[in-house]
Structure formats: C-alpha cells, structure tokens
C-alpha cells in the first residue's frame, strides 16, 4: 500500500519551526526586534503588515481571524456594538438595530404587549395559564420563606394576566418595565350607636370586614423572569404587613429588588438567564427601581451572611417609622 506524503503540512511545520528559530536566534544575538504576527507567530519580513489595538497581523486572514465576532451571526466585524442592557454580547452593524430578547439578548422576533421581546429559545420556557402556575406561585413562596425567611401566612390570590388585564388591575398604564402587581384590598365597615330615646349618635367605630390579598403578573413571562417578578411582588406582600408605615418608593422598590437579587444569588447562582437578570438590576439606571436596590444593597449587604444581610435590613426598615 502506498502512503500519500502531506507536503503541505510539511511545509506548514517547517515554516513555523523556521519562525521561532529565527525569533530565538534575533534575541540571542542582540538584533533589533522582530515583528511576530499575533495569530499564527510568523515573522513579518515584509514592510506591509496589520496593526489592530497594538498587535501586528502578517495578512488580512490572520487579522480577520481576531477580530470580535457578532453575537448573533458569527461574523467578524471590524466595529461593534453593545446594548446596555446585555454588555457581554456584541452585535456587527447588520445586527445592531435588530430587536433583542428582553430575556436572554439574542436577536428575537416574537413582540408581546408589555414591551416583551421573546427569541425562540426563550419562547419554549414561558409561562401561561397551560401551566400549574398557582402550584409553581405557592411553591415559589415556600422557597423564598425558607431561603431568606421572607413572607407571611395570609392567603393571596394569584393570578396570570395580559397587559392590558395589568392596566385594569392597576387603575393606570403600567410603569415602563412593570410586569407585576400586588394589592391589598380592604373593606371596612361603620358601626355607630344611637340613644334609641333621644336617636343621638353615642358613638362611631370602624372595623376591618374584609381584606384580600392578590398578586397579578404577566404572563407569557421567561421562566426565570417569572421567578424574579413573583418574589418581587412577594416581598410587597411581607411589606404591607411588617413594615405598612413605609411610603417612600424608593424604599419600597429598592427593598423588593433587593430581596428578588439575593434570592436569584442564592438559588441560581450559575443560571445564565438568572445573572442577566441580576445583572440589569444592579445596573438599573431608574431612580425609584436602580437607585433604590443600589442604596438597599449597600445597607444590607454590610452583612457578611445572608441572615446578617436580612438582619441588617429589617432592622433598617423598622428604623423609618
């Protein structure tokens, strides 16, 4: 049997090694340096090269070859772009202006009501009203009273709902990015006492008939989104009934996002879709939503452990009454 030679390899093999020993040998000698291409290490005898972020390329291949690639088709691109709510991927001029995954950052198609944006990945891991969403709602609540020790013993009403369902529940058009709502509907009832001679009011007292507790999110919501909005609106609840006295926003959504971000660090910790979510709240540039889980954190988290963080942020909340 004939073997065929690979000259081609050969040659390869040879003109690398040629290259190193020239290298050594310019070093050895005290000659002046010699330029190496950065991708392959060839020696660039030749006057004409490429100089790209300080690294020299011997042809138009090898710097091609290192130029960052598109996030989302692959290609080479000389000029790239970021979204700011995804630093980590970059886009080439075609895929610039493309619509991204609210979720994940990939160039997506499908467009939900509520300014949601879902690729087709994302879009097998939503959640409707098809799912057991009010056994994946209690089992949420029990994770989060166990993991963090936050909630309450109330009965609350959960419910999947479309945005303009949010609106009517609202009262109002969502907040830009809002995709869940907590509400505590009271119902009081007046008692008075009359004099049954005279008919003189003897006096007045208004008593709690009933109250109701209910949570509403979006659906067709990620998964994991799904879990970021639902311990939101939980730590609403837990708030409403330990810490009632506190109005200022900033306070109360900063708390929320807060205890959403410690929850995703300490049940995700490697989840992808979970450190992007983390991720757009840390860098939240809102002054109510951002601002407020930046002071939160900062407070909180002088804590080394998670039971001094929730320590340090409970007796923080107790403070502003």
Not at 31 to 55: D, N
Not at 72 to 99: E, H, I, M, V
Not at 298 to 306: E, L, W
Request: aromatic share 10%; with cysteine; charged share 25%.
């Amino acid at each position: 049997m004939v073997r065929r030679v690979n000259f081609s390899a050969i040659l390869a093999f040879i003109f690398i090694i040629s290259s190193f020993v020239t290298v050594f040998a310019a070093q050895k000698t005290g000659r002046r340096k010699v330029t190496v291409c950065a991708k392959c290490s060839a020696v660039i005898r030749h006057g004409r090269y490429f100089i790209m972020e300080g690294k020299n390329y011997c042809s138009q291949q090898c710097l091609t070859w290192s130029l960052p690639r598109c996030s989302n088709c692959g290609t080479p691109a000389d000029k790239t772009w970021f979204s700011a709510d995804f630093p980590q991927k970059k886009y080439c001029r075609n895929c610039k202006d493309l619509p991204l995954c609210t979720s994940c950052g990939n160039i997506a198609s499908q467009r939900r009501p509520g300014n949601i944006i879902i690729c087709t990945q994302c879009e097998k891991n939503v959640v409707t009203t098809a799912l057991p969403v009010q056994d994946m709602f209690n089992e949420l609540r029990k994770e989060l009273k166990n993991v963090l020790g936050i909630g309450t013993n109330h009965r609350i009403r959960f419910s999947l709902v479309s945005y303009s369902g949010l609106a009517q529940k609202k009262g109002s058009p969502p907040d830009r990015g809002q995709r869940g709502l907590f509400r505590h509907d009271k119902q009081m009832r007046k008692e008075v006492t009359y004099n049954k001679f005279t008919g003189k009011t003897l006096s007045q007292k208004t008593t709690l008939a009933k109250e109701d507790f209910s949570i509403y999110v979006l659906e067709y919501l990620p998964l994991m989104d799904f879990r970021h909005t639902v311990i939101h609106e939980l730590t609403h609840d837990w708030m409403s009934q330990y810490f009632p006295y506190i109005r200022e926003p900033e306070i109360k959504e900063g708390t929320c996002e807060y205890i959403a971000w410690l929850f995703l660090q300490k049940t995700a910790p490697d989840d992808p879709e979970a450190k992007i979510i983390c991720s757009h709240m840390e860098r939240n540039p809102d002054p109510i939503y951002g601002g407020g889980f930046r002071m939160i954190r900062k407070i909180a988290n002088k804590g080394s452990s998670t039971t001094q963080r929730i320590k340090r942020l409970k007796a923080y909340l107790a403070g502003q009454k």
